[in-house]
């Protein structure tokens, strides 16, 4: 009563709100003063949510199989590989009994000693127990005998039967897969007279006269092998009539180019150690300035 009587007269007299009014606009302001986080870019607050999770010493924890993914992404898997897995995967529950069938195939043509026939011998075996699709499992997982293989082949197959199924080929592979992956080598010949492997020993044998001695084993996809004793002069000779007539007469087409490749690693080898790896620019000058050239030999 005593503030309305001193107000000079005429002035409004200012509004005011009640206290319980005040209250409640002083919270509301509260409230909207705080960014809402649904009201942010989804993006953000991904990064927030996640930077939040994640340890303070360190990035977010991954699982292993989720670290082998990064480290070594995996292969696609042909889908026909994987329909003809599932068939395997359906012979071997409807007879069980199979697998013993295939292990004495396996054993009776990979005991002997193994050509160039042989894994077209048990390919032709195997066919009869299972057909041509479900034979083509195996003996691709067999001939491959890696690892790598089966890691990708089990992250591509998804039922539970068919990642049995691949139990049952890594088992086999286990068994069989180092002699089957010979067989499978040898059968890559395209002809009989094709060189399968060439054995080379250099020796110094001892004596009044010490001389060097090359042996050589050939074997050539037919099985047949062959054995040559000459001295390191004789093989150079050899060796250097062999290159000129291919570099002459032989048409490029009809020489495999990973022959090529290893051809030209192994000529670098030979010019570095016979020559020190020096241009002809680099010999002449040295002949020039009265420097001998000697050879490292034959050690």
């Known amino acids: 009563m005593t503030e309305e009587k001193s107000r000079p007269a005429g002035e409004v007299p200012e509004k005011t709100s009640s206290p319980k009014r005040r209250r409640i606009a ?16 989804p993006v953000e607050e991904k990064i927030l949510l996640e930077g939040a999770a994640a340890p303070i010493g360190g990035c977010v924890s991954q699982k292993p199989d989720q670290a082998i993914r990064q480290e070594r992404p995996h292969k696609e898997v042909p889908e026909q590989f994987l329909a003809d897995l599932a068939l395997f995967a359906n012979i071997l529950e409807m007879n069980p009994a199979v697998m013993e069938q295939i ?3 396996f054993e009776y043509h990979l005991i002997d000693p193994i050509d160039r026939k042989t894994f077209p011998k048990v390919v032709n075996a195997v066919s009869m127990l299972f057909g041509p699709s479900a034979t083509m499992v195996v003996m691709t997982a067999c001939h ?5 293989f089966f890691e990708d082949l089990l992250y591509a197959v998804k039922d539970e039967k068919s990642r049995g199924a691949v139990g049952t080929i890594q ?3 286990a068994l069989y897969g180092n002699r089957v992956q010979l067989a499978y080598t040898l059968s890559s010949g395209t002809m009989d007279e094709d060189w399968h492997t060439v054995d080379v020993n250099t020796y110094r044998r001892e004596g009044d006269n010490p001389y060097w001695i090359v042996n050589v084993s050939m074997m050539l996809y037919s099985g ?5 004793k000459m001295t390191p002069d004789s093989i ?3 060796v250097e009539i062999l290159s000129a007539e291919l570099g ?3 048409p490029v087409r009809n020489v495999d180019p990973g ?4 051809c030209g690693e192994n000529l670098r080898i030979f010019y570095e150690k016979f020559y020190g790896g020096k241009s002809t620019e680099d010999q002449a000058e040295e002949k020039s300035c009265g420097k001998e050239e000697h050879p490292a030999g034959y050690a």
Do not use: G, M, Y
Not at 144 to 148: C, D, K
Not at 224 to 228: A, G, P, S, V, Y
């Open 26 to 41: 002083k919270k509301k302001a509260d409230t909207e003063s705080v960014p809402l986080l649904a009201k942010a870019n």
């Open 103 to 105: 292990r004495e195939v």
């Open 144 to 148: 491959v005998n890696s690892a790598i």
């Open 171 to 173: 088992h086999l592979t």
């Open 224 to 228: 047949k092998e062959t054995r040559i």
């Open 236 to 238: 150079f000779q050899l």
């Open 248 to 250: 002459r007469n032989i």
């Open 259 to 262: 022959l090529v490749k290893k």
